[in-house]
């Protein structure tokens, strides 16, 4: 597991509840957001695609 920054109780929360919905482990889900958000990559974050 990574090392994981400092939140707080609600944010691990709402992580901890979307990790379970989604059926993925908390880095699967970092992973995926780090490819999607990186400038320049296909998968760029847009508030389109979300």
Do not use: Y
Not at 18 to 24: P, Q, V, Y
Request: negative net charge; proline residues 4%; charged residues 30%.
């Amino acid at each position: 597991m990574r090392k994981m920054k400092h939140l707080s109780s609600i944010a691990n929360d709402v992580v901890l509840r979307c990790s379970r919905e989604l059926g993925l482990t908390i880095d699967e889900m970092v992973e995926e957001f780090e490819c999607q958000w990186k400038p320049g990559n296909e998968g760029t974050l847009t508030p389109r695609s979300l």
